[in-house]
């Protein structure tokens, strides 16, 4: 019976050896991240064990309110960042928001290692771009934010987007998104798809990327096509911006597909009927017309007759009865004038014709040189 009972105690001493081995091995250490359990809410703090011979104590305000209530209960599991050892009622100080910003730490450096995107909303305009929350403050910069610049950066706070990581430094906080990269690839995936089923005189949509002098790139989804200025109108333009503005939506016509290279030529005008293809029978040489002033020029004026027909009168051709060195001494933008043909052009799309007053009679047509419309 005695030796039972010295068993007995061996056993029990044991156990108790064992038990402060394990407790002395879980000595509080700051600055750590460690998981626990809430055993007890009050008013302005939670109990949590964290498995320590002293409870840890979390500050009520650290937990978001859903409908009116914190989010935890008793038994909720969460894992803490130990800031300090007891305090003078013998609790652990622990942060909940620091071992959730610990958290999205590692998964944004896990990200960043294995190039995946992140989910963000923008919050603040900052110098140089824009402050974006994905979990943890990061940084967008003005020219990483869409494909072309975009000029009021305001108008995108409070939206949220995928953003790719482009720099990473954990040590020194410093995130830089970039939600461009994203769409170029995107596009780059996009642009395959739109060269391999577009085919030659179909008809798109696309919205005007930018204006050049010689013409304007549409965007067609993925690609972009040149819509030359010579193919914008039947009619004469000096410059696209007398027709087109950025970000319009137009339809336009595929004039040639070149897959090799990856260019797209578009038409606007052919997608009206041409109108020189009878223009001799509407203005034979010799008849009256009407039109109106639509340029004023040191050599002539230019007098539309209809849409996308003009004809050139040379100065030399606006009176004949006194000399007149400038069109614009005798005519104004938008007046209309009547006027005689004196010569047509199919091939270059031009009108020779002679100005005609009430005051005046025409006495014979001259013959000058053809200026292009």
Known sequence: MEIETQGAMAEENFAQMFEESLQSQREVREGVVVRGTVIEIKKDNVLVDIGYKSEATVPLSEFRLVEGKRSVDVGTELDVFVE???????????????????????????????????????????????????????????????????????????????????????????????????????????????????????????????????????????????????????????????????????????????????????????????PWEDIEAKFPIGSQVKGSITKLLPYGAFVELERGVEGLVHVSELSWVKRITRPSDVLELDQEIEAVVLGISIEEAAFSIFAVSNETMINAIKDITVAEG
């Not at 994905?134 to 950066?153: E, H, T, W, Y």
């Not at 040590?171 to 994203?182: E, K, Y």
């Not at 970000?247 to 009206?272: A, F, N, P, Y």
């Open 84 to 274: 300090s050892r007891e305090d003078d009622s013998g609790l652990v100080i622990v942060s909940k928001e620091k071992a959730d910003k610990l958290r999205v730490w590692d998964d944004i450096s896990a990200a960043a290692e294995r190039d995946e995107l992140v989910k963000g909303t923008i919050i603040a305009r900052v110098k140089g771009g824009l402050s974006v929350d994905i979990g943890v403050k990061a940084f967008l910069p003005g020219s990483q934010v869409d494909l072309r610049p975009v000029r009021n950066l305001d108008k995108l706070l409070g939206e949220e987007f995928e953003f790719k990581i482009i720099k990473f430094n954990k040590r020194r906080g410093n995130i830089v998104l970039s939600r461009r990269a994203l769409l170029e690839q995107e596009r780059e995936a996009l642009k395959s798809t739109t060269l391999e089923r577009i085919a030659e005189g179909e008809v798109l949509p696309g919205i005007v990327k930018n204006l050049t002098e010689y013409g304007a790139f549409v965007d067609l989804g993925g690609i972009d096509g040149l819509l030359h200025i010579t193919d914008m109108s039947w009619g004469r333009i000096n410059h696209p911006s007398e027709m087109l503005r950025i970000s319009q939506e137009i339809e336009v016509q595929i004039l040639d597909v070149d897959r090799e290279k990856e260019r797209v030529s578009l038409g606007l005008k052919q997608m009206t009927d041409n």
